[in-house]
């Protein structure tokens, strides 16, 4: 017996590829009367590129450094709730009320995707994967891979068809 799906993990890093995945998350948690989390990860910058200086520079950077984090985190948190607006009143899927939450977390992104799966219990993760051939699957498609590699959960990959490739994040 295949195990009901309750909620999906939606993982994007708003390129276009992430975004036509989205249409697939929808229509699955439609299916399954299910919701979606939406996660987006944001690569951590070390301190030590803000500054040069001593400890009190190192503090101040920090300050500083944890604001703009705020502020990109809220920013991404609108625009993503912006495209899921945008793609109900474009497709006239439904998927405002589909969404349970935005998360939007600083780090590895394949550690934050596994345990965001298993700290929201989700069932499911979706993500988009990046072109084909050899140069994305070595530098592009690592992310995909690793999630692949190391979840237990079932895994869409969505690959982005080439007459997709005009869909966006900011054209919805």
Not at 56 to 72: L, Q, T
Not at 93 to 116: P, W
Not at 134 to 151: I, N, P
């Amino acid at each position: 017996m295949i195990p009901r799906i309750k909620k999906i993990l939606y993982a994007t890093d708003l390129t276009k590829n992430s975004a036509f995945a989205f249409y697939f998350a929808v229509d699955m948690a439609r299916h399954h009367d299910a919701q979606i989390v939406i996660l987006h990860c944001i690569a951590s910058v070390p301190l030590g590129l803000y500054s040069e200086g001593g400890a009190r520079a190192e503090e101040v950077m920090e300050k500083v450094k944890n604001r703009e984090r705020k502020d990109d985190i809220a920013e991404i948190k609108r625009n993503l709730e912006q495209f899921c607006e945008g793609a109900e009143s474009q497709s006239g899927l439904q998927c405002v009320s589909l969404v349970s939450a935005v998360i939007v977390k600083e780090g590895d992104a394949v550690k934050e995707i596994l345990n965001t799966a298993d700290e929201q219990g989700c069932d499911v993760i979706v993500l988009g994967t990046h072109g084909r051939g050899w140069l994305s699957q070595t530098f592009l498609g690592s992310v995909a891979r690793s999630v692949l590699e190391r979840t237990k959960k079932p895994t869409f990959l969505i690959p982005l068809p080439s007459e997709k490739a005009g869909i966006d994040w900011g054209a919805l």
